[in-house]
């Protein structure tokens, strides 16, 4: 029926279907296996797969030359069910160009915009394949359903090369063709100069009365994360017991608790990273009374009924303008004034306080009150003199100190103890002792500590006891020195060793600086050379795999740790040698013909009974003719099995078979016998020429060439003494010192590269020239006289030998 706005039609009835299933001819599709025809090599798998068409299912059956196949251990068939029929989808738009938003040393952060079509379906979903250039290969970057149009692909390679595409897909299945790549992204940090953003109160002044607390707040951006430091008069501002410095990645705060007039003043936070630095002042004030006018009160124009008064207005306003002054007097009656005393009345009350009293305060005060209606009354009060017991007291705004390594460094601790203490310095569980950088006193008031030039030495913690017959009592204080770094704990940890890598960790310095470690500077050196190459120059952790190195070759490896002030002494490494932690496997059995036809063997073996410490991953195999020393690698791959067929025999030809184990990291064959023992044939003042023989068996591999190896007597190490392969049984070593005695050695290695054991040494060559008296030697002849005619040519001949060279004179 049809339906419009004003309602549904009569309905239509159509004529009756039967519902069947469908049915058509099998038939089969061969376009697959290249036009009914299969070709493959001998020894290779051979897979058909046909497509096989009709309604019902076909049954299928296999012929081979007209008779039924017959299924074997080699030769199996499987027929699987057809295919459901495929919805036929729109396509779906690739998605837009991915481009980075945000980059740095170890993943990227890419966004693109969703397919213009989306294929008549939701998109559910996104692929992100990644790309390293120059050569490598498309490769999955996700591993879970991406829904946003943004992803951070971690776990990259930093200065490495990439390039990104994505892949749409929508809630039918159908997934798009790639995006087109973005363009090359290098892994590394973007760096970004800091900013420093405050809220609006932090750009006037922050006011404040005596007593109260204030909060500094700052938000932090830059990239590399910056550092920041709060200072105050030129000096980095330290926690103590009433500030506070807190920071996190990007943000920052200070907090100052009871403050008083000098807690005001300029801190300025300065942020800092490789693009540059920026930095905000706070400028806070501490509003308190005003301290006393300046005197002397200088009194003139005095008359009868009046008199002026001057005075200078006070050393310190409390942080605001004076708005008055409040003027008192006094009249003094019959009796000696009392000068010292600071007098407070009122209508009800009265009180006198004398400061510093001394024996001289002792006697009787009178006080003398009166009125308008009465006549003056005095009371009388005797007052005696003792002297005052105070416990001893410390009064330290902060205890943690800090100064620049060199610089001079001046403690004072302000104190109050009646009578006068004692006071006795401890550092670190040690009497402290006065040296000519060191000393420490103490006045009635104040404990001083003096310290020149100041060195890591001088960091620790320091009590100071002060003991008076009223009590006792201890002040802590801390004193940082900031300097580069120390040394890092050692000893450097070998954590894991393959063919070409090494894992190593080590400890954070037992000093660092008095501010944090800022990164750890690896580098290496093969031990052939003494050239330093950068590992890492910005590591954060202790601990490090350094990769890429050469199997075989050892390395050393020195760490330094540095902070803001600089770098400190290195930490070196043992020397290690880059290869797998296992041994040579044994070799495996003596190999056997198990089958054989006129063109063809089965070989087999046993597995070898030590396999070095590592599982055995498989075999090589070679072959020759039984007259020929030449050996021909049979196998391309690794052999997993112990058995192999070997094909292409010629009839009647006989042949030898030898089989080699393989571990993760060595290859079994023949070991090559060491060298014949080295001998000098020739010694100067820095060089010494030495000659050696073959090995009597290479191995099965012809020798290439051979390493020789010089020690310096009587505590040197064995060391590579040439740098290019020596193919003759000869070898000049130069460069020597005159006078030191050294030994040498051969180690030969064959085309298979299996390296000797080394051959005997030398035993100990002095590097001189050698020393042999002047010797001539003539012909029997010139011994007699020499008779020759006038006008006549004669010759006299003498072979001069010596060491060094003789000079001739006749």
Known sequence: MAVNHSG???????????????????????????????????????????????????????????????????????????????????????????VPISVNKNAITIQWTKPEYDGGFKITGYIVEKRELPAGRWMRANFTNIIETTFTVSGLTQDASYEFRIIARNSAGAVSIPSEPSDPIICKDDIIEPRIMVDAIFRDVVLLKAGESFKLEADIAGQPTPSMVWTKNGKEVENTMKLEVRFTELTTTLTNKDSIRPDGGEFILTATNVGGFAKHIFNVKVLDRPGPPVGPLKVTDVTAENCALSWAPPADDGGSKIEGY???????????????????????????????????????????VENRTSDPRQIGVPVIVKDLVIAPAVKMLFNTFTVLAGEDLKVEVPYIARPKATVSWVKDGLPLKRTSRVNFGATDTMLNLTIKEATKDDVGHYIITLTNTAGETKADIGIVVLDKPGQPGGPVKVEEVTSDSVTISWNPPEYDGGCTIKSYIVEKRDTSTTAWMVVSSNLARTKIKAGRLKTGSEYQFRITAENRYGKGPALLSPCILAQYPYKLPGPPGTPSIAVCTKDSMV?????????????????????????????????????TDQTFKTTGLEPGMEYEYRVYAENIGYIARDPCDPPGTPEAIKITKDSVTIVWTKPEYDGGAKVTGYIVEKKELPEGRWLKANFTNVIETEYLASGLVEGNQYEFRVIARNAAGVFSIP??????????????????????????????????????????????????HW
């Not at 038939?27 to 296996?33: I, N, S």
């Not at 004034?337 to 209508?347: Q, Y």
């Not at 030590?610 to 020759?624: A, N, P, Q, T, V």
Request: charged share 25%; glycine share 6%.
């Open 603 to 639: 070989v087999t073996w046993n597995e070898p009974v030590i396999d070095g410490g590592s599982s055995i991953l498989g075999y090589h195999l070679e072959r020759k003719e039984r007259n020929s020393i030449l050996w021909v690698k049979l196998n391309k791959s690794l052999i």
């Open 326 to 368: 409040v003027i008192e007097k006094r009249e003094s009656r019959d009796g000696e004034p009392v000068e010292r005393a600071i007098i407070d009345s009122t209508t009800s009350y009265t009180s006198l306080i004398i400061e510093n009293v001394n024996r001289f305060d002792s006697g009787k005060y009178n006080l003398t």
């Open 8 to 98: 549904r039609s009569i309905p239509k009835e159509s004529k009756p279907i039967v519902v069947k299933d469908s049915t058509s001819l099998p038939e089969f599709d061969l376009r697959g296996v290249c036009h009914k025809t299969v070709i493959a090599k001998a020894g290779d798998d051979i897979k058909v797969e046909i497509p096989v068409m009709g309604r019902p299912r076909p049954t299928v059956s296999w012929q081979k030359d007209g008779a039924a196949l017959k299924l074997t251990q080699r030769t199996n068939v499987e027929t699987t069910a057809a295919s459901e029929p495929i919805l036929a989808l729109d396509p779906v738009d690739p998605p837009g160009q991915p």
């Open 759 to 808: 051959s005997y040494s030398t035993g100990p060559i002095t590097a001189r020239d050698e020393i042999e008296p002047p010797r001539i030697s003539i012909d029997p002849e010139y011994t007699q006289n020499i008779v020759v005619s006038a006008g006549d040519n004669f010759k006299i001949d003498a072979d001069v030998h010596g060491k060094p060279l003789p000079s001739i």
